[in-house]
Nanobody, 128 residues
Framework: QVQLVESGGGLVQAGGSLRLSCAAS??????????MGWFRQAPGKEREFVAA????????YYEDDVKGRFTISRDSAKNTAYLQMNSLKPEDTAVYYC???????????????????WGQGTQVTVSS
């Protein structure tokens, strides 16, 4: 089993920054072998892809609205993935989830189907 725990959410003014963390653990989960992703869900909306990073960290992917503002990264020594969010906008307000694929999942990292494990989410609120 894999456990993902997000932290770092909060209330910030428009234009501000936050860094989300996702700590991964699991008896057989080798963090450095897996891609990681971030999704978000705003009130009344479907959960949507935000960013993903390959196991090597060499490839990253972003939803168009966050490109140039958000940066996904990972630290395999700490089994932690990060989402640095700059120039935040009120429309970034949502619950943010980190996710990891299962060992045999070959689905797209840009969709929910590409992931099997999810954190509980952390609230990000951006005031105008």
């Amino acid at each position: 089993q894999v456990q993902l725990v997000e932290s770092g959410g909060g209330l910030v003014q428009a234009g501000g920054s936050l860094r989300l963390s996702c700590a991964a653990s699991g008896r057989t989960f080798i963090f450095s072998n897996y891609a990681m992703g971030w999704f978000r869900q705003a009130p009344g909306k479907e959960r949507e892809f935000v960013a993903a990073i390959r196991w090597s960290g060499g490839s990253t992917y972003y939803e168009d609205d966050v490109k140039g503002r958000f940066t996904i990264s990972r630290d395999s020594a700490k089994n932690t993935a990060y989402l640095q969010m700059n120039s935040l906008k009120p429309e970034d307000t949502a619950v943010y989830y980190c996710a990891a694929p299962g060992r045999w999942n070959r689905g797209s990292l840009l969709t929910e189907r590409g992931y099997d494990y999810w954190g509980q989410g952390t609230q990000v609120t951006v005031s105008s």
